[in-house]
């Protein structure tokens, strides 16, 4: 297949698959959701001339959906989790988050023990990431250490900013120590373009940046990070959106009509036994997890028609998303210049030295929820004390 690369064919192919797939119980959305590096297997070629407006296209297809769904989405989205045999979400994720952040933390203040942190939750939502980092406090009293702490949540929802406003004022920690947080109401693309380098000490996210296509978030991030700032990252991945021939298995699923579906095959020549074939590259846990992937897809859309007595079609999320391989992830944040490597960070940062793993499983059974850690590593690097 020859790609694609000039802008409006990309939109009228877009459209074209859209319109093939418009009579599942679970929308599509655009392709372009996909994440950037699979897009050459879809037929879309992405140039230095066209990366930016794909990926604004991109940007623009989540944003929409953030301001159509509602709370009913939601609560379909997590009866569907479990459904699907996620036995663990991103609730457990959120409390590994925060266990994480915490101990990095109190290892960075041991060494130095007048500094103060400055902590950044990119799209915290509802504020679930930061009361999790408060918990992980209260549970090991370290109320001193909370007293020099500060908090930044970066959210675009201002309902979410002011649920989570409401858990930091009420949480037990309150009691103890007053807690300096400050909402901001902003999308994290907005607001690191204008924060300044070196402002935070520590950046955090939970099930965000799968809604990410391209790594160009990451560069600010770093920068964004004292010269030993360090990033904790929990969110969900799989291969399903690698190639089409997956996603025409989950379209059958969500029940597609065969002449839709006729159409999805022509557009991407998938041939019989393509997905079989495909899913030998797999690892057994990538395996598992994308089996899950169409179990949770799967589920969504059955939610979405239980529910829509009370749901409006526009409220649906779409399915396509960034979801990428865990390991393309840890590439695109060492491209950005974060130190991933266990061995590497434990020589070189103080707050990895008694770490026993960075990267760590969520469900030990599959890789579909992942919490991993790096630094912002200088060039002259300190060690332990």
Not at 66 to 77: F, S, V, Y
């Amino acid at each position: 297949m020859d790609l694609i690369t000039n802008l409006s064919d990309i939109k009228a192919f877009d459209e074209r698959i859209t319109r093939a797939c418009s009579d599942i119980r679970y929308p599509i959305g655009s392709i372009l959701r996909i994440a950037g590096q699979y897009l050459a297997n879809w037929g879309i070629g992405v140039t230095e001339e066209n990366k930016e407006a794909i990926e604004a296209l991109s940007l623009r297809s989540y944003q929409d959906e953030w301001k159509r769904t509602t709370g009913t989405t939601h609560d379909a989205i997590i009866r569907a989790t479990e459904l699907a045999g996620f036995e663990r979400g991103n609730t457990y994720m959120n409390s590994v988050v925060g266990d994480v952040a915490v101990d990095l933390m109190f290892a960075m203040a041991e060494y130095d023990k007048t500094r103060t942190f400055r902590l950044c939750d990119i799209g915290a939502g509802s504020g679930e990431t930061t009361k999790a980092i408060l918990d992980r406090i209260e549970y090991w009293k370290l109320y001193e250490l909370m007293e020099r702490f500060e908090f930044t949540l970066i959210e675009p929802s201002r309902k979410n900013l002011n649920i989570a406003g409401d858990k930091i004022e009420t949480h037990r920690v309150t009691e103890q120590v007053e807690i300096k947080f400050i909402p901001i109401g902003c999308t994290t693309h907005k607001f690191l373009e204008r924060v300044g380098k070196g402002q935070y000490d520590l950046a955090i996210s939970s099930a965000v940046f799968h809604h990410m296509s391209f790594p160009g978030y990451l560069q600010p991030i770093r920068e964004a990070l004292a010269e030993d700032g360090v990033v904790v990252i929990g969110d969900w991945y799989t291969t399903i959106w690698k190639y089409p021939a997956f996603v025409a298995e989950v379209l059958k699923r969500l029940g597609i009509g065969r002449y839709g579906l006729n159409d999805f095959i022509q557009m991407f020549d998938i041939r019989e036994g393509d997905a079989s074939r495909l899913e030998k590259e797999l690892t057994p846990e990538q395996q598992e997890t994308n089996k899950r992937m169409i179990a949770y897809v799967y589920n969504i859309g059955n939610e979405f028609v239980r529910m829509s007595s009370r749901m409006g079609p526009e409220e649906r999320a779409e399915f396509l998303e960034a979801h990428e391989a865990f390991d393309d992830r840890i590439g695109k944040l060492e491209d950005a210049g974060f130190v991933m490597d266990l061995k590497e960070l434990k020589d070189k940062h103080t707050a990895f030295v008694n770490m026993p793993n960075n990267k760590i499983r969520v469900d030990p059974k599959n890789d579909a929820a992942m919490v991993v850690a790096g630094a912002k590593v200088p060039g002259k690097l300190r060690k332990a004390a």
